[in-house]
């Protein structure tokens, strides 16, 4: 079955950088590309942008433009997303998740790290 | 980019009752494939989001088919037939069809 198993929890502090991890397993990792979406605590979600982990190709929201840096490492079936210059107004759970080919959408989520930013 | 907009925020409902959920787009969504990529995804409580309906009313597997999904261009519904306790969560519309992807603001089922 499809799985995305995330990193554990992290603090940090404002100006810091964090790298979160998504390990994916019951399928093809380079086949679909992964998602990263954001949720501040009590609050909606935000899609942050993708990657094709076959290409290694990017799209990133102009939000986090300069920000976010989205990887992968095939070897190992597992993508990364690291965001730097962190604010406050970043703590939030982050969540990878895989793009559906072909209908513009997300099937399957990880199940979130959460990221505190505070000094 | 497309702002998605829910209502109601809130909804209260009976249990066995129905539901309903609107979605609203400034944007149509029909892409140049003829296709219209808006999703609906349930947040359980202390869950990550999963979803339920995908180009509009394609339901996902193991979806219980009292979830339904209507609408187009610019308006679109999903609905629950007769609500069940564990459909308590959090409900959010996405657009797939223009750069970049956005979410609705989320619509809270709670039981009366």
Redesign the interface.
């Given at each position: 079955q499809v799985q995305l198993v995330q990193s554990g929890a992290e603090v940090k502090k404002p100006g810091a950088s964090v790298k979160v991890s998504c390990k994916a397993s019951g399928y093809t990792f380079t086949s679909y590309d992964i998602n990263w979406v954001r949720q501040a605590t009590g609050q909606g979600l935000e899609w942050m942008g993708w990657m094709n982990p076959n290409s290694g190709n990017t799209g990133y929201a102009q939000k986090f433009q300069g920000r976010v840096t989205m990887t992968r490492n095939t070897s190992i079936s597992t993508a990364y997303m690291e965001l730097s210059s962190l604010r406050s107004e970043d703590t939030a759970v982050y969540y990878c998740a895989r793009g559906d080919v072909g209908s513009g959408s997300i099937d399957y989520w990880g199940q979130g790290t959460l990221v505190t930013v505070s000094s | 980019d497309v702002v998605m907009t829910q209502s109601p925020l809130s909804l209260p409902v009976t249990l066995g009752q129905p539901a309903s959920i609107s979605c609203r787009s400034s944007q149509s969504l029909v892409?140049s494939d003829g296709?219209t990529?808006l999703?609906w995804?349930q947040?359980r409580p202390g869950q990550?989001?999963?979803?339920l309906i995908?180009?509009v009313s394609n339901r996902?597997s193991g979806v219980p088919d009292r979830f339904s999904g209507s609408g187009s261009g610019t308006d679109f519904t999903l609905k629950i037939s007769r609500v069940e306790a564990e459909d308590v969560g959090v409900y959010?519309c996405?657009?797939?069809?223009h750069?970049?992807?956005?979410?609705?603001?989320?619509t809270k089922v709670e039981i009366k």
């Open positions: - | 892409y296709n990529y999703n995804f947040q990550s989001p999963r979803r995908y180009k996902d959010y996405m657009q797939g069809t750069w970049p992807w956005t979410f609705g603001q989320g």
